[in-house]
């Protein structure tokens, strides 16, 4: 693969292990409980990663509701994406960054390599900020994730294709100059529709046969032409 001019990274479960999906288990036991729905519909990885991360709280409720058979009203799914939020912001002081993020992240900072940062998220890009600090080459990384997610801190429900180019040009780097890292399936293919190429970052395994993108369960394992500048 050759160098990119710009590596877009991903946060939620590419950069920071956050506690996402417990809460939307626990937001979604909830909100069924209060709606008179007496069964358990735990949410799985497997669908969790399909369905959820990477999307819009709104939309991850309404997938959330439909994985549990419920009909994803508008008060339901109102309700579930407040409830998640609620449980989550109790638990977000756990999130950690990965081990493999902090050693991608303080070799970029060390070689000055051109990373940005895209999120949907309202929260990850205040708590990677947080653990940037911790970080040898954190006040540069820091400026590099402020540039690129703006003054909002976040792309809430821009759509993800939309939410890429605009960190690219945020850069002034065209997308077909752009690696993309995530960790999500919308989110590899959301960049393949912008023209950047992707690598899913599949810490679970959850994709062992595809071929539709580069693979890695690590970032250590992203192709050195890619976390490298030489």
Not at 134 to 146: A, I, K, N, T
Not at 194 to 222: Q, W
Request: glycine share 8%; proline share 7%; hydrophobic share 45%.
């Amino acid at each position: 693969m050759r160098r990119p001019a710009l590596v877009v990274l991903d946060i939620d479960g590419t950069l920071l292990d956050t506690p996402h999906l417990p809460a939307w288990r626990t937001g979604l036991e909830r909100v069924l409980r209060s709606a008179g729905v007496d069964r358990s519909c735990p949410i799985t990885v497997e669908q969790y990663h399909r369905h959820i991360a990477g999307r819009p709280r709104d939309v991850g409720a309404r997938a959330a509701l439909e994985i549990a058979g419920v009909a994803p009203s508008e008060p339901l799914v109102d309700q579930l994406a407040a409830v998640k939020q609620e449980v989550f912001l109790g638990q977000a002081e756990e999130t950690v960054l990965f081990p493999d993020a902090a050693d991608f992240l303080d070799a970029a900072a060390a070689a000055q390599l051109p990373v940005a940062f895209c999120t949907a998220s309202r929260n990850a890009g205040e708590l990677l900020a947080k653990r940037l600090m911790d970080l040898d080459g954190g006040d540069w990384l820091f400026e590099r994730l402020h540039r690129s997610l703006g003054p909002s801190g976040h792309y809430g429900t821009v759509p993800r294709a939309a939410a890429l180019a605009q960190v690219a040009a945020t850069w002034r780097v065209p997308p077909a100059d752009c690696a993309l890292v995530d960790d999500a399936w919308s989110g590899v293919v959301a960049g393949r529709e912008v023209g950047m190429r992707s690598i899913l970052l599949d810490r679970l395994g959850l994709h062992p046969a595809t071929t539709d993108f580069p693979v890695v369960s690590t970032l250590a394992e992203v192709p050195a032409g890619v976390r490298s500048t030489r």
